[in-house]
């Protein structure tokens, strides 16, 4: 399933864990470098389909939505993305690169709604059709760091639904991305997210550097 020309890259964190900075910092100069070779995206990733699906999971007013209905919009909405970003960009040769992926679903859904990481990732099995990373960066830090520096940047009325979990389950979700990386060391590099963000960005470029193609 894994046999296209080009490379497909995933970032994973807790919320907080620094992935929209750290992204920030890197792509221009990649992209400087790789042109149209490069594509950037996250879920739900500008498609349409994606997007309502998306806006149906975040709307704060859904607040009877069942686990397993929101683990199933999700890998919905992950389907279409991939079936209309990624895999066309793969196909042609392209590195994609993508903020979040299927493990997030299996750290969130599966750990933080404990509805159980082997059952979502099973699910997500389904909808990717086994398409899995080449590479995944894990940016790692305690639940508890990563919640109080988007608290310290944002404004109490800009928390979606997801933001008024309680910690528990973010404990929950950044033990389930630690099972994880232990469970694929060939597949995820873990970064220490804790470090002050140059270092961050400097360790996930030494990351990049050694892992995409030139
Ligand atoms: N290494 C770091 N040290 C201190 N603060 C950081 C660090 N990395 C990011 N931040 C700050 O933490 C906040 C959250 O960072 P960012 O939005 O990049 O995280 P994220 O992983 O994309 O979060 P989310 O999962 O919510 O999208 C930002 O205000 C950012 O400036
Ligand atoms: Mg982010």
């Not at 069942?66 to 066309?88: F, K, N």
Request: charged share 25%.
């Amino acid at each position: 399933m894994n046999s296209v020309p080009g490379k497909f890259i995933t970032f994973e964190g807790p919320d907080g864990a620094g992935k929209d900075s750290v992204l920030d910092a890197i792509i221009p100069d990649l992209r400087a470098k790789m042109g149209d070779k490069l594509v950037v995206t996250r879920e739900p990733g500008g498609d349409p389909i994606a997007e309502q699906i998306r806006d149906v999971i975040l709307d704060p007013q859904n607040t009877r939505m069942d686990d397993r209905t929101e683990a199933l919009l999700y890998a919905a909405s992950r389907r279409q993305h991939l079936q209309d970003v990624i895999e066309p960009a793969l196909a042609r040769g392209a590195v994609v690169i993508c903020d979040r992926f299927v493990d997030s679903s299996v750290a969130y859904q599966g750990a933080g709604r404990q509805i159980g990481e082997q059952e979502v990732f099973a699910l997500n099995q389904f909808a990717t059709n086994g398409r899995t990373p080449d590479l995944t960066v894990y940016l790692d830090v305690p639940a508890q760091v990563g919640l109080d520096r988007i608290k310290a940047h944002r404004k109490d009325t800009q928390y979606d639904r997801l933001d008024q979990e309680e910690t528990a389950f973010h404990d929950r979700v950044r033990a389930a991305y630690l099972r994880l990386a232990q469970a694929n060391p060939e597949r995820i590099v873990t970064v220490d997210a804790m470090q002050p963000l140059a270092a961050v960005i400097a360790d996930v470029q030494a990351v990049l550097t050694e892992n995409i193609p030139r």
